[in-house]
């Protein structure tokens, strides 16, 4: 193929014919979605991404647990926990575009989406030991680009050639996992995930004009397919160094064993030109990994506020992905690295027990968050942060049960950074907003009870 990897999405992004509509993804949009399993989703529920999406030291007898199994230990006896949550994303690119070595002006596309982001519930089983499943988006995948190429040496051999590339797909995260309390202010707990998904990169060239051409030229139409279908497991543990009647200091921490995800790739290649057609099949295992990840983390809650710190390391840069680089037909390269996540959030609730003031019963809550792209291009690295926000509704007064709303603001990539020099290649900012909607459920209603009549 003429043109087929990543880089191209950038010279793509610059060219002056651009085109990037549909997409069938329905959680990201993005050329960096190119390579790998895609976009990595926000992990937690709406009020966790609302507070920067830490959650490793959430401990809560009122709403799920998603990040760390050793919650699952604080779910109340005899009640039962249901969370979903919905999320938009509207997203917009942008790219510097040169000619040579000249400034032509920025080059503009968007895309909006909306998904489901989790389910998820969590009961208890005896005292001290709680279940929880959960059900959420793990990456997605999806890019829609087209090139029409006009350059001296196609115009002189077939007149004119167009170039598609797209892409859709996403990871689905299932995990199943039991929190333990052994002994007061100390639990552990295990989980098991299970990842499945399909995963389809698109490539097309076809003559668009053959003016001058003799029949021999060969259009181009490629699909790689990516089934996904494996197991992984994680660990997690949150020791309250403070709990009293007032204030509670809670310490958290997970591990995630990651290693070869080896999804099945199906390849169909298919080459046309007057005279014949050739069509080309091929199956294989590829030694696409997860990372190994550490998440440590701080919460501390009083009656009014709420304050959280994380810390999050992932190790895609070891093992098989490590060993990964591509080389594109114009030098650039695209290889793993391991990432490092800060996030903080904080809540505040003027009041949870006025009876007259229902404003003083909403959760305020706000937070921020930075991290690097696992992912390098041409040896640039890519930056990403984001701030959020949200409220909190009660349903109804002294209950847990709630609606809430998370709103973000984040920022991927650099516009002024370059890819390439020669030729100048500028890389893509990504600026998106993100809503959320949350409901959180039956958290003050009593399970599991036989009723009694008089």
């Known amino acids: 193929m003429r043109i087929a990897l990543f880089a191209v999405a950038f010279i793509l992004f610059g060219a002056d014919k651009l085109s990037a509509q549909g997409g069938a993804a329905v959680t990201a949009y993005s050329p960096y979605t190119m390579?790998?399993?895609?976009?990595?989703?926000?992990?937690g529920t709406a009020q966790m991404r609302a507070m920067g999406g830490a959650g490793v030291a959430w401990r809560s007898t009122q709403a799920p647990n998603i990040v760390n199994p050793a919650g699952y230990s604080?779910?109340?006896?005899?009640?039962?926990?249901?969370?979903?949550?919905?999320?938009?994303?509207?997203?917009?690119?942008?790219?510097?575009?040169?000619?040579?070595?000249k400034y032509t002006g920025i080059a503009k596309n968007g895309k909006n989406s909306v998904n489901i982001h989790e389910i998820a519930?969590?009961?208890?089983?005896?005292k001290g030991l709680g279940m929880g499943l959960s059900l959420m988006p793990y990456s997605s995948v999806g890019y829609k680009m087209s090139l029409l190429e006009m350059g001296d040496e196609i115009l002189g051999?077939?007149?004119?050639?167009?170039?598609?590339?797209?892409?859709?797909?996403?990871?689905?995260?299932?995990?199943?996992?039991?929190?333990?309390?052994?002994?007061?202010?100390?639990?552990?707990?295990?989980?098991?995930?299970?990842?499945?998904?399909?995963?389809?990169?698109?490539?097309?060239?076809?003559?668009?004009?053959?003016?001058?051409?003799?029949?021999?030229?060969?259009?181009?139409?490629?699909?790689?397919?990516?089934?996904?279908?494996?197991?992984k497991f994680q660990v997690g543990l949150q020791w309250n160094a403070i709990l009293t009647e007032k204030q509670i200091l809670t310490l958290g921490a997970t591990y995630d064993y990651g290693g070869g995800l080896r999804p099945k790739v199906v390849k169909h290649l298919v080459l046309n030109n007057t005279y014949e057609t050739e069509v080309f099949h091929e199956s294989a295992v590829s030694q696409m990994q997860l990372p190994h990840s550490v998440k440590v983390g701080a919460m501390y809650q009083n009656s009014k506020i709420s304050t959280i710190a994380e810390y999050e390391f992932q190790a895609w840069g070891n093992g098989n992905n490590g060993r990964f680089e591509e080389s594109m037909n114009n030098s650039?390269?695209?290889?793993?690295?391991?990432?490092?996540?800060?996030?903080?959030?904080?809540?505040?609730?003027p009041n949870r027990f006025d009876v007259r003031n229902y404003l003083k019963r909403i959760a305020y809550r706000a937070g921020f968050r930075y991290s690097n792209y696992y992912q390098q291009y041409n040896g640039c690295d890519m930056h990403q942060f984001a701030v959020t926000a949200g409220f909190g509704f009660p349903l109804k007064f002294m209950g847990t049960s709630s609606v809430d709303l998370c709103l973000e603001y984040g920022v991927r990539g650099a516009l002024n950074s370059l890819m390439s020099t020669a030729p100048k290649v500028g890389m893509i900012r990504q600026d998106y907003f993100k809503v959320g909607v949350g409901f959180s459920l039956f958290g003050e209603d009593y399970w599991f009870v036989r009723p009694k009549y008089d």
Not at 35 to 43: A, P, S, V, W, Y
Not at 74 to 101: D, H, I, W
């Open 35 to 43: 390579f790998g399993i895609g976009e990595l989703q926000t992990i």
């Open 74 to 101: 604080a779910t109340a006896p005899k009640s039962f926990l249901f969370n979903v949550g919905m999320e938009g994303n509207f997203l917009q690119n942008r790219q510097k575009q040169y000619s040579g070595e």
């Open 121 to 126: 519930v969590q009961f208890p089983l005896v």
């Open 157 to 231: 051999n077939v007149g004119s050639a167009s170039y598609t590339y797209s892409g859709d797909g996403d990871v689905t995260e299932v995990k199943l996992g039991v929190g333990w309390e052994p002994f007061k202010n100390f639990s552990i707990g295990v989980a098991a995930k299970y990842y499945w998904g399909r995963i389809v990169h698109n490539y097309t060239s076809t003559v668009d004009n053959n003016i001058v051409g003799n029949g021999d030229y060969l259009s181009v139409i490629g699909e790689n397919e990516y089934a996904i279908s494996n197991f």
């Open 332 to 349: 650039m390269t695209v290889k793993y690295v391991d990432t490092h996540a800060a996030k903080v959030g904080f809540s505040y609730t």
